[in-house]
Nanobody
């Protein structure tokens, strides 16, 4: 059974930083694409960042230059470094993993992901 567990969320002031981590079990992440999404109250879950198994990355325009996605295959984790945080970054953040292996296509849409974490709250105060 595949399980994804996020950690590292919390409350931070605008301009601050957080590092989210997502630990996977039941599948090795080394051959998979991984992503981060977020959902603010009243909004749909939106794409934030993705990384392929070859470490190609893609970011939403709203976070480009501020957030960095990375993977650690030895620890079976994916991380999201959040810098220069803004109040509009406040949301529940979800990590996700595809079931397809060895794909070089960056999955930007929710249906592309088979596995999801439970989500973790990030709150940015002004």
């Amino acid at each position: 059974q595949v399980q994804l567990v996020e950690s590292g969320g919390g409350l931070v002031q605008a301009g601050g930083s957080l590092r989210l981590s997502c630990a996977a079990s039941g599948r090795a992440v080394s051959t998979k694409a991984l992503g981060w999404f977020r959902q603010a109250p009243g909004n749909e879950r939106e794409f934030v960042a993705a990384i392929t198994y070859t470490d190609t990355t893609r970011y939403a325009d709203s976070v480009k230059g501020r957030f960095t996605i990375s993977r650690d295959n030895t620890k079976n984790t994916v991380a999201l470094q959040l810098n220069s945080l803004k109040p509009e970054d406040t949301a529940v953040y979800y990590c996700a993993m595809t079931s397809t292996s060895y794909s070089v296509t960056l999955p930007l849409q929710r249906p592309s992901y088979a596995y999801w974490g439970q989500g973790i709250q990030v709150t940015v105060s002004s």
